[in-house]
């Protein structure tokens, strides 16, 4: 085995946007010999692109402008390669393979199809990076991670069989990163049928700190658009800055509440094997980042601001339930049988709260419909969408006093649902109004960071 130390890069949508953006990150990997294997996402707006092709009855027209504009998104960057000629072909190819898939899909539409649908973005950025490598003179190689990344068929949230990464890996890759440096596809897999899954949407961190678990790496780096892990999405406010050093469990907690820097299952592997990680932006990155890591020097009570939108909440309640016992039991028995996962709960005397997230919709749908006739044959049931789960991220909160209190009274003139508290010693949140979460998190980063 080498002792070489082993970096696993993983560059995001705008990293790899276009031919610049490219060679930006292919300068990254030439100036640390350490960074052998680079996970790819496809270049930015071409997974949306093909969110929309994937479903179900896209007229044909829209088809055919779909994947006109993916061609020129690609073929956009290959022009600037020696390798032009050889890259077109496999574009052309990929696209044909694509067009035939997104035919089938309006014919009949099936979640297998959207899955192989949405791998093709990885599939070429994952090409055209590594001859970008090869235009730097780095001997970059494309591997197709659909090797190793074995999962379920669970279609747009596969997961992953860690046995069979890890002997696969041991096997196809760590040959090749003796005198390679080997660029894959973040967040496409494959079923034991060998039907392509997806890992679901920003599931590209989450390949790499994978990938990087089962080659027992030294480091992860994450290469964005932003200097790193800021105390809340500088979107929202221009006052967010960046972190130089937050703990594994401080970070998880952020990327688990919708801070979008890092896909929420990202720091599961890299945690269990304590694997630091990196982030970073691929245009700056002599600005350094943020460093993730078991232990840091410092722990406050407040590291950041969190918030995940389109968050729905479900609130039963049943005097039955006054001393009651089972009733919890029927309600979850209930949302399990459709599958819904619940978030967060608060119960009272003869009430429950629950929150669900709704990235796809599909929650909402189900939630609308038979799921809540079936609750109400139990107790009375409110749905309410719209709302936005705001989370502040600390240390101990729940050990120090005033926390409540400092929050609270910074945000007392908006309207505050339900509220979690206690469960983590890294977290406060409370679900707000969609149209105020921008104030909310604007006000609470004022008092709590300014
Ligand atoms: P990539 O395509 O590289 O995976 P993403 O768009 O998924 O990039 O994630 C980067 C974005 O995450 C940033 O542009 C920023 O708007 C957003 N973001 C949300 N919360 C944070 C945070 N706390 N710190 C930094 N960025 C954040
Ligand atoms: N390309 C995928 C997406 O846009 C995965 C990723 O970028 O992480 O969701
Ligand atoms: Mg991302």
New binding site residues.
């Given amino acids: 085995m080498s002792l070489s130390p082993l970096t696993v890069a993983k560059?995001?949508?705008?990293?790899v946007a276009d031919h610049q953006a490219m060679l930006r990150c292919a300068h990254i990997i030439k100036n640390d010999p350490s960074n052998k294997l680079v996970v790819v996402?496809a270049s930015?707006g071409v997974t949306n692109l093909l969110v929309r092709l994937s479903q179900k009855n896209v007229p044909e027209h829209e088809q055919t402008d779909i994947i006109t504009n993916i061609r020129a998104i690609q073929l956009n960057i290959t022009q600037h390669l020696a390798q032009e000629q050889m890259l077109n072909d496999q574009i052309a190819e990929l696209l044909q393979q694509l067009s035939e898939f997104s035919n089938a899909q309006s014919l009949n539409y099936c979640p297998r199809i959207s899955d192989a649908i949405l791998s093709f973005g990885e599939q070429m950025s994952s090409r055209i990076f590594a001859q970008v490598l090869q235009s730097v003179g780095v001997n970059g190689e494309m591997f197709d991670v659909r090797q190793v990344m074995k999962t379920n068929a669970q279609y747009g949230k596969a997961v992953v069989d860690l046995e069979q990464l890890s002997a696969h890996a041991k096997q196809s890759l760590t040959p090749l990163l003796a005198d390679k440096v080997v660029v894959t596809q973040g967040f496409i897999g494959q079923d034991e049928d060998a039907y392509t899954t997806t890992l679901g949407r920003?599931g590209?961190?989450y390949s790499a700190a994978l990938l990087a678990e089962a080659l027992h790496a030294d480091n992860l780096s994450?290469?964005?658009?932003?200097v790193?892990?800021?105390?809340?999405?500088?979107?929202i406010t221009d006052q967010?800055r960046?972190i130089k050093e937050i703990s594994f469990g401080e970070a998880a907690e952020?990327a688990t509440f919708?801070?979008?820097?890092?896909?929420p299952a990202t720091l599961i592997p890299a945690m269990r094997q304590n694997i630091p990680v990196f982030?970073g932006s691929s245009k700056e990155p002599e600005k350094g980042g943020t460093r993730i890591q078991q232990f840091v020097e410092s722990s406050p009570i407040y590291r950041?601001i969190?918030?995940r939108r389109e968050q729905t909440l479900v609130t039963v309640k049943s005097p039955a339930m006054l001393h009651a016992s089972g009733f919890l039991a029927q309600v979850f028995g209930i949302l399990a049988k459709h599958e819904l996962s619940v978030d967060l709960i608060t119960t009272s005397e003869i009430s429950v709260a629950l929150t669900f997230d709704n990235p796809t919709g599909s929650t909402q749908a189900l939630l609308n419909s038979t799921v809540v006739e079936e609750l109400e044959q139990l107790c009375e049931v409110t749905v309410e969408h719209g709302l936005s789960l705001v989370a502040v991220i600390g240390n101990k909160m729940h050990r120090s006093n005033g926390v409540g209190t400092s929050i609270f009274e910074t945000i007392s003139g908006i309207n505050v649902r339900m509220i979690c508290h206690g469960a983590s010693e890294h977290n406060l949140c409370f679900l707000v109004d969609e149209k105020q979460a921008n104030e909310t998190v604007e006000k609470l980063h004022t008092a709590l960071f300014a």
């Fill in positions: 560059f995001g949508g705008t990293s996402s930015s920003g590209s961190d994450i290469w964005t658009d932003v790193g892990i800021f105390t809340t999405d500088p979107r967010a960046a952020m919708g801070a979008k820097i890092l896909h982030v950041s969190a918030l």
